[in-house]
């Protein structure tokens, strides 16, 4: 596959193992990849692999998943991710400030 290699920063893409690391490679590609790169999974997964690995990422964005939900024709509540979503913390980034002032909380937008 000729896949953009930022997408793989922390791997070294020539040991990736395309179908080892489906969903991976699948998940690299929703969440940042091109056009290019979206084209390419199709054709080495087929539409039918791609939507049963989408189905069990754990983390998608709600743009990503909302896109993957209409390009699929699949209800949200099927994916995974949709069903874990409120288990994952929303603020990551806390900033709490010492007693007797009062506290405030920092969100780091996506």
Known sequence: MNLT???????DISKLD????????????IHSGMLSDWHEIK??????RMR??????RNLDKHTLNFCSKYF???KEQFKCYNTEQ????????MYLQK??????IMISK
């Open 52 to 57: 049963n690995e989408i189905l069990q990422i």
């Open 5 to 11: 290699e930022t997408l793989f920063w922390d791997t």
């Open 100 to 105: 007797g002032v009062q506290k405030k909380t």
């Open 73 to 75: 024709n699949i209800p």
């Open 18 to 29: 395309y179908d080892k690391n489906a969903r991976h490679i699948i998940e690299r590609v």
């Open 87 to 94: 288990s994952i913390q929303k603020l990551w980034n806390c």
């Open 43 to 48: 054709l080495y997964y087929g539409i039918e």
